[in-house]
C-alpha cells in the first residue's frame, strides 16, 4: 500500500500543479494525481529530487520542460544560487520554514491553508479578473494589472497555439476514396464508414507567414503582437515572420531564441524601422518580390496585423495583395482598430485592401487574438 504525503508537502503540489497550469504546461487532474503518487512512491530527499519528479510527470514536450525550471523556482522561491549550491551538496532536506512572499515554502510550513468558502471565492473572483483582461484593450492595460495580464495571455495563448499547432499538422491534401481502408476502419463503428479514408499524398502541415506592423500608429499594440507571433513561433512548425514600417524585415530566425528577451534585444539592433512612417504597400511589393514564390502555396494562411494607415499609393498596396490572394489558402488582416467603438476602415490603405481580404477582423485585446484559431479553420 501506497505511504500518503505529508499534508503539507500535497497541498503545495497541489497548488503548484495549478500554478504549473496557469502558466502554461498543459497538465490537468491526471497529472496532479501523478504527481501525488510520485511522492508516496519516490524518496523525496530534497529540493532538486522534487523537481526531477514533478517535471518528469508533468512536461510532455519541448517547449514545457523549457519553461519548467523557471516556473518551479519562481513558485518555490529558489535563488539561481541555491539552486546550484543545492546540486553540489548533494540535495538538502526539503525546507519546512516559510519564507516571507515564498508561495510554496509557505505552504511546506503550513500556512495559506484557505476554507471551502474562502477558496470558491479566489476562483471566482480571478476567473472574473481573467475575463476582464481578457477583454480590456492593450493599449489600456494599467500598470497595475501588467503582471496579472501577462500571466493569463501567457496561458492562454500557450493553449491557443498548441491547438493551432496541431490544426495545422493534419491539413489533408484528399484524393480518392480508399475503399479497403474505409471498410476497415468503419468495423469499430459497427459498420458504417463514419471516417472516409483517402488515397494521395501524404499529411502536409499549413504554413503560417505573418506581417505585423511596427511603424509610429502602431506603437500601443505592436510589442504586445510581437509576443504574440513569437507564442505562435514556438508551437509552429511551418512559421514565416516579418516586420514592416517603411521597409520589410524577416524575423524568422530572431523569433527562434530561447527566451522572448533575447528575440526582443536581437530585434532591437536591427534596422526594422521601429516606430517610424508606414509603407505597406512597397512592403509588401518587397515581400512578392524577394520571397512569396517561395514561402506561399495553396496551403498557405498570410496574416497581416496592422492598422492600414500606409502613406504610399493605395493602388500599390491593391496590386500587392491581390497577387499574395492569389497564391495562399487565406488572407487575414488583423486590425487592432477594428475593436474600437467607432472606427470605420475608410482610409484610402484600408479601402483599397478590403476586397482582397478573406477575414478581417479586430485584433486590440487578448480575446480577439484567441479568435485566430477560428479563423484557420
Not at 538538502?92 to 477558496?119: F, I, Y
Not at 518587397?286 to 502555396?297: T, V
Request: proline letters at 3%; one cysteine or more.
Amino acid at each position: 500500500m501506497l505511504r500518503q504525503p505529508e499534508n503539507g508537502i500535497a497541498r503545495a503540489v497541489v497548488e503548484f500543479c495549478r500554478f504549473a497550469r496557469e502558466n502554461g504546461v498543459s497538465s490537468g487532474t491526471r497529472e496532479t494525481i501523478n504527481c501525488l503518487q510520485a511522492l508516496s512512491i519516490a524518496q523525496i530527499s530534497g529540493i532538486e529530487t522534487l523537481k526531477f519528479a514533478l517535471r518528469a510527470v508533468l512536461c510532455s514536450s519541448k517547449e514545457e520542460w523549457d519553461l519548467f525550471d523557471d516556473l518551479f523556482d519562481r513558485f518555490w522561491g529558489i535563488e539561481p544560487d541555491s539552486v546550484t549550491h543545492s546540486k553540489s551538496s548533494g540535495g538538502s532536506r526539503l525546507p519546512m520554514n516559510a519564507h516571507d512572499g515564498k508561495r510554496g515554502l509557505g505552504m511546506l510550513a503550513g500556512e495559506g491553508a484557505e476554507s471551502e468558502p474562502e477558496r470558491q471565492g479566489n476562483v471566482t473572483s480571478g476567473a472574473s479578473a481573467a475575463e476582464r483582461l481578457k477583454r480590456i484593450d492593450l493599449s489600456r492595460v494599467s500598470q497595475a494589472d501588467w503582471d496579472d495580464f501577462e500571466r493569463i495571455s501567457q496561458r492562454l495563448l500557450h493553449e491557443m497555439c498548441c491547438r493551432v499547432s496541431r490544426r495545422l499538422r493534419t491539413m489533408k491534401s484528399r484524393g480518392r476514396v480508399d475503399l479497403r481502408r474505409t471498410t476497415r476502419r468503419s468495423i469499430c463503428h459497427g459498420g458504417d464508414p463514419i471516417e472516409l479514408s483517402y488515397k494521395g499524398r501524404k499529411l502536409q502541415p499549413a504554413k503560417l507567414v505573418i506581417l505585423l506592423d511596427i511603424s509610429g500608429s502602431m506603437n500601443l499594440y505592436s510589442l504586445f503582437l510581437l509576443k504574440f507571433v513569437y507564442a505562435l513561433e514556438k508551437h509552429s512548425r511551418a512559421l514565416e515572420a516579418f516586420v514592416f514600417s517603411t521597409d520589410l524585415v524577416e524575423i524568422t530566425k530572431v523569433l527562434r531564441a530561447r527566451r522572448l528577451s533575447d528575440a526582443l534585444a536581437a530585434l532591437s539592433q536591427t534596422t526594422a524601422g521601429w516606430s517610424g512612417g508606414t509603407r505597406i504597400g512597397v512592403s509588401l511589393q518587397s515581400f512578392n518580390r524577394s520571397y512569396a514564390r517561395k514561402l506561399l502555396s495553396r496551403g498557405t494562411f498570410l496574416i497581416v496585423l496592422s492598422d492600414g494607415w500606409d502613406t504610399g499609393e493605395p493602388e500599390v498596396l491593391a496590386t500587392e495583395l491581390a497577387r499574395i490572394k492569389q497564391r495562399v489558402r487565406k488572407l487575414i488582416w488583423l486590425n487592432p482598430l477594428l475593436g474600437l467603438d467607432h472606427y470605420e476602415p475608410i482610409t484610402r490603405g484600408m479601402s483599397a485592401a478590403r476586397p482582397h481580404i478573406d477575414v478581417f477582423a479586430p485584433a486590440h485585446n487578448l480575446q480577439s487574438l484567441l479568435e485566430l484559431e477560428r479563423h484557420l479553420r
